[in-house]
Every structure is written in structure tokens, then in C-alpha cells.
């Protein structure tokens, strides 16, 4: 089991998605949750994966591709020490100026230059080890590209979802578990390569501004009560599984706990909230009789490798 937590400025990842907000309260407040989870025996050494900001409109609008990596050094070495995972999360926009609009870049070539020029100026600061495209997208040029810089694993797919109105990303057969993805479609699962896909885990789940439940990546920053359902159902999902070896993805944002922005129909914006659904899903692992680790998602794509040479699959 994985937690992973994508450092995106304050209010991106609504329903209506600011992309040209750089504000930080939420990342700045989230650097005490190692504390939190330390004070709860269920959850006291969770490492966490944080998928780091570190792209073209940071580096043009505040100066550096690097700014959180370099504004927030001292605690990227302290998480780092404590056996937490530090890993690269760019979000490919063209924004030369603090008015302009935010806009993808999605010109196959030009995107994957965009990527190795970033990663010239990043390898400084971070190790290769996971990738998660920003807005969840990903052409085969660009997976491959990433997979030539050395990355151990990319955690970018949200199988069963896809983009509107024009919106790059399409993971609609995307597999909700590992696999290499095909070179030319990457929802297919095609033969070993050097870079494996660890999918955010989907699930179906029921805000209350839905009419029927709806496939979103598995959050622990939403209300209790909505997590309590969907765990529900997953536990009928495990207990029908016959593996011996399962991964879960688990994602959220910083600001989807800052309470000083309020719950909504989603979201409590509460760490404690966040820490208690971690612990539910503990539990409903043990209910149904499996063991389970809290690992970083560069460990888990070495487990599923050694796993999948041991089985011959």
C-alpha cells in the first residue's frame, strides 16, 4: 500500500481547476503530517512518495524549475532521511507571463523536449526513482521519454478515466493494477520493459453532487462517511481476488487538508479526517484476512518486478 501526495499549488485540483494559482498554504501546512501519522500506532512509520512540483511555469513564473525542490530543502532531506520518497510530478503548461493563461503542452515533440530540458535542470535536486505526469496524462512518446531518463516506475494512469473537452489524458482500459504498458498503446500491457505503470488505484465513489457513483482515484482526504462506502465495496473486491500480491496507489493534495479552506461535498479538509480513513483501510485489509505494508511506490514497483520474474509471468 502506497500513499502518494502530489505537490500542486492551492485550489488546482477542483472541479474548476485554477492552473495559474502558485499558492503554497496547503504544501506548507502538509509538512507536519509525518508528526500526525507518528502519533497513531496504526500508521507511526508510513513512509510517504511525494511527487514534487518541478516544471516549465515555476521555472517562469517564480524564477526556477526547481523552487520547491530548493525553498523546502531542509524538509525534502528530513522525509528523505526517514525513508520517504521524493519523487518528480511536472505539470507540462507553456505560461510565459503571471496574467497568461496556464495551457498544456501537447505537441508530442515538443512535450518530450519540454521533459528533458526540465529534467537537465532537475537531476541536481532528484533521484530518478518515480514519475506522475501532472493532470494525469501521457502519451507512449512521452512514457518513453521518461523511460529513457532512467525512472524505476511512472504512477500516472487513473484507469477508467478520461479527459473532456479536449483534455489529453484517456485511461479508460488502463488496468487498475501494475503492468507494462504496450509501446504503442499504453492501456494495453504489453511485454517487460525498463519502466513499469503503478495506476492510482480507482474505485467507485458517491459525492454527493453525483447521481450514481463515479470511478475517482482512491483519496483518503474525503469525508469519512463517502470513504466507509467505498470501502465497502473494495472489501468485496479483495475477497474476490486470487493473487498473492496486490498494490494500492492511494493519492491526495495538500490542499484537500488545509482547513482554512473549508470542507465541501468532498473534501473535510481535515488531517484528522485524512489519518482516520488510513486507518479504516488498514482495517478492512485485516478483515479480510490479508497482511499489507505501508510502502514508497519505487519499493512497490521492485516488489511487483521480483514478483512477477519469481511467477514466470
Known sequence: MCLTLDTDPDGLNTRTPDRQSLQWEGLERIQRLPEALAECPTLE???ITWFVRGDGQLESILGSAAYLLETYDAFWTAVTR???EVAWHPHLYRQARPEDPAVIITDVGEACDELERLWSKLKAHLRSTSFRNGEGWHL???YATVEKMGFRCDSTAIPGRRGVNGHP???EDAPN????PGIEDLCLAGPERTMPELPMTT???TAPFDTSPRIRYMNPAVHPHLFAEALVRWEDECAALTGDLCVWVMIFHPDEVLASRGPDALYSRSVKDLTANL???TES???VGDDFGWITVSEAAECWRLHQRQSGL
Open 279 to 281: 486507518v479504516s483501510i
Open 140 to 142: 507512449p512518446e512521452t
Open 203 to 205: 474505485w467507485a465513489i
Open 169 to 171: 489524458m484517456n485511461w
Open 82 to 84: 526517514s525513508g520517504h
Open 177 to 180: 493494477h501494475p503492468y507494462f
Open 45 to 47: 512509520n508510513m513512509p
Open 285 to 287: 485489509v485485516q478483515r
